[in-house]
């Protein structure tokens, strides 16, 4: 499904009700709008373990702009406030009140935006192996520490610059150290992809951008997941976001074992972790 937001339209698709019977009542169950990693990829990698939650939460999948089904619109506006102000519009155009955010990795990264820029919108976010400031020093170290040497100078290769050339070195050596848990290669094959917006943002903002100081005007409960082998957003990164949230509002499990979405890696662990925060 498609709906406009501004100038373009962003694509979605729905599991679960959102009002369920429960004797003479209707009621409401929480609304979990899900933020896919990247940018460059779609909401299809959540598929199939998040339909899991479609019984205790409505399940919204969305495609940024300029990526997956979603329009490209202006590449000028393929930057984190308009992704995040993009969230708001979304649930505003579809009537969705107090949504729990999930990001996963970019996603976070915008779901971190949203939280900042809509402080009064969220009900709840959840902040998955992402980070709020990108530390490459730590991201070579632990891709040398995982895959050794060749990880780490295919990582500072292409983190230098992004681009067709240093892409496909990257993909093959350090992909496959992101997850403890080998890929199905059928993610890779059903993601709708945009390599221009991967390269935009990578060489770009993602080395700018800096939500440390501006995470204490979250004003909403906040769960954050990290892997403690994680290359791309090193356990330390998640430490970081929990300790600038405010330290009422802050949840922080850390995944042993785990890599870039842990989830991934221990679902049965991830899923109880948000079915309870999901809850009341």
């Not at 209707?26 to 299809?44: N, Q, W, Y």
Request: negative net charge; glycine residues 10%.
């Amino acid at each position: 499904m498609h709906i406009s937001v501004g100038d373009v339209r962003l694509f979605f698709d729905v599991e679960g009700a959102k009002l369920v019977p429960d004797g003479p009542a209707m009621r409401e169950r929480p609304t979990l709008v899900l933020l896919h990693g990247g940018p460059g990829f779609d909401h299809s990698s959540y598929k199939p373990l998040f339909s899991q939650l479609a019984d205790v939460a409505q399940v919204v999948y969305l495609d940024h702009r300029g990526n997956g089904r979603s329009d490209a619109g202006d590449r000028a506006k393929w930057n984190l406030a308009q992704w995040a102000d993009d969230v708001r519009a979304f649930c505003d155009a579809l009537g969705i009140e107090r949504p729990v955010v999930f990001g996963n990795s970019f996603g976070g990264m915008v779901a971190m935006a949203y939280g900042i820029r809509h402080a009064d919108h969220a009900g709840k976010l959840i902040l998955s192996s992402t980070t709020a400031k990108t530390r490459l020093d730590r991201v070579y170290a632990a891709f040398e520490r995982l895959g050794g040497p060749d990880a780490r100078d295919a990582a500072r290769r292409y983190w230098e610059g992004p681009g067709p050339e240093t892409l496909p070195d990257y993909a093959r050596l350090c992909f496959p150290l992101y997850s403890r848990t080998p890929r199905d290669p059928d993610v890779n094959a059903r993601t709708k992809w945009n390599f221009d917006v991967m390269f935009h943002f990578g060489g770009g903002e993602d080395h700018a951008f800096d939500f440390l100081p501006e995470l204490k005007a979250v004003r909403c409960p906040t769960l954050v997941l990290g892997g403690e082998d994680d290359p791309i957003c090193p356990i330390d990164d998640q430490a970081d976001i929990a300790a600038a949230l405010p330290a009422h509002l802050v949840r922080f499990e850390r995944f042993a074992g785990c890599g870039h979405g842990v989830y991934r890696d221990d679902p049965q662990r991830a899923l109880g972790v948000l079915r309870t925060f999901l809850g009341p």
